[in-house]
């Protein structure tokens, strides 16, 4: 049992406004497995106050670029040290398998590194020699930072989601409040300690678990200088509305419904091999999650019969079990919703080729669903439009390459995409042509060193690399 009963504000373990312990329960089999503080309004005052005391003091913000990097570069060496304890504590948390969040490690060093590397050679201050060579003045322009940033981030992939923002804004110089979801107060407990280790000033950084409530006030506080949000589409829009009418700097990464386009060439084997892990990975609880197959007609029921071999396959089970590849889902809601859309899809007339809204046997005592495949899906229905996340791939036919990237582009979302061709050139000619900000091409790994973000309702603004620590910053000119 895994107990946390302060909060980790300004820097230190403090006593919590409320002494109350949420239960942290198993998606596995629903016992409580750790008890954790939640913070309320007047620890989100508390950490808020903190944050800009400390801001305002110019502690951290003053330090050099290079000497924030070799802060943040302890604090990754300390985590990869943590990597074995953080996977099975996300696992045991979330319900993801335990192959997805030991696999998740090497992947948080590159996003870390990329963060790194692009402080190291980011234009912190730059002089622009004038455009005219007989003006007097001189700019230099400079990059500073923002100041108090309320980080929020959801459950699904905690400490990624968690480093992505407070990596780039503690490197730009800001203090940031991170607003976590209660269900992953473990790990993310376990990120405080190791936050607490690296030397960061006292009042930089909180890390607070808290219901959407008191996340809602936090946003709206008004000594929050910025938001960073991860998380739905519906919060994303209530979130931009009130950072609208604050005047809030913002930048939202949420939801998708991202297609995997084969093409009429592609190794179909290989191609349904690669959507094994670009579409369900992480139970198929990610936004990234390829979770509408485009097939040509002219092989679709090839496509069909593979990734029904492909879903059969899967081991549903205990996350702890190194078999297991689908886990279950977070919550019983959660479980019950995906359960939904799968009903949802056998009413609105797809083909059901496998799964079911049946809870797989022997595992009704936890938040497991059947991993489903539906065909002859029509892109208008709900299961192709509506991001569901949990194991569910539906089966889109079309017609030519132009019908193709229709269909892809046919969603009020645009986060990711997939392009599987014999032909690579071929492949990212048809990747510029989908209305996404990510698209891989046959199977390739995520790159930290380009923005991350969507188009459409699935964002604004990019994370990664140098734009994204850009994101954390404002331009000041001074002209001489």
């Avoid at 790159?447 to 994204?468: C, L, M, N, T, W």
Wanted: glycine share 10%; proline share 6%.
């Amino acid at each position: 049992m895994i107990v946390y009963d302060r909060l980790f504000i300004a820097g230190a373990w403090t006593e919590p406004s409320e002494a109350a312990l949420l239960d942290i329960r198993s998606p596995h089999d629903r016992t409580v497995i750790g008890r954790a503080a939640q913070a309320r309004r007047a620890d989100v005052d508390r950490a808020v106050a903190a944050a800009r005391a400390a801001f305002a003091e110019g502690t951290w913000r003053d330090t050099s670029p290079l000497e924030r990097v070799a802060v943040l570069r302890r604090f990754n060496a300390l985590r990869e040290r943590q990597a074995e304890r953080i996977a099975a504590l996300i696992a045991a948390e979330n319900g993801s398998a335990g192959w997805f969040t030991r696999a998740g490690q090497p992947g948080l060093t590159r996003q870390a590194n990329a963060y790194l590397k692009a402080a190291e050679e980011f234009g912190w201050e730059e002089t622009l020699p004038p455009s005219d060579p007989a003006s007097p003045v001189r700019s230099v322009v400079r990059r500073e930072a923002v100041g108090v940033v309320a980080a929020v981030i959801p459950w699904n992939s905690p400490f990624s989601s968690a480093t992505t923002k407070i990596i780039p804004a503690l490197l730009a110089g800001n203090s940031v409040v991170l607003k976590v979801s209660p269900e992953n107060s473990l790990s993310m407990g376990l990120l405080a300690d190791l936050l607490a280790q690296v030397g960061l000033p006292a009042g930089v950084i909180s890390v607070l678990p808290a219901d959407r409530e008191t996340s809602e006030y936090l946003v709206s506080h008004p000594e929050v200088d910025k938001i960073a949000f991860t998380g739905s589409t519906p919060a994303g829009r209530r979130i931009a509305a009130i950072a609208g009418e604050q005047l809030k700097r913002v930048s939202l990464e949420l939801g998708g419904k991202s297609a995997a386009v084969i093409l009429a060439d592609a190794d179909i084997h290989r191609a349904v091999q690669g959507l094994k892990f670009s579409s369900l990975l992480n139970n198929g609880e990610s936004c990234i999650a390829q979770t509408r197959v485009l097939a040509p007609r002219s092989r679709y029921e090839e496509v069909v019969a593979e990734l029904k071999a492909l879903v059969e396959s899967l081991k549903v089970g205990d996350p702890a079990d190194p078999d297991t590849f689908i886990g279950p889902m977070i919550r019983p809601d959660q479980q019950e919703r995906v359960r939904r859309y799968i009903a949802i899809g056998i009413e609105e007339g797809a083909r059901l080729v496998t799964g079911g809204p049946e809870v797989p046997a022997g595992l009704e005592g936890g938040n497991y669903v059947t991993p489903t495949l539906f065909a002859e899906v029509d892109n208008a229905m709900r299961i192709a439009q509506e991001e569901i996340f949990g194991p569910v791939l539906v089966v889109i036919p079309y017609e030519d390459e132009d019908d193709a990237v229709r269909i892809a582009n046919d969603s009020e979302y645009g986060l990711s995409g997939g392009v599987w061709s014999a032909d690579e050139e071929h492949a990212l000619a048809v990747a510029r042509r989908i209305r996404t900000g990510t698209v891989t091409v046959n199977g390739a790994g995520v790159g930290f060193d380009g923005p991350f973000g969507g188009f459409k309702a699935s964002g604004i603004g990019r994370e990664f690399g140098a734009v994204g620590l850009g994101t954390y910053t404002e331009y000041k000119t001074i002209t001489l």
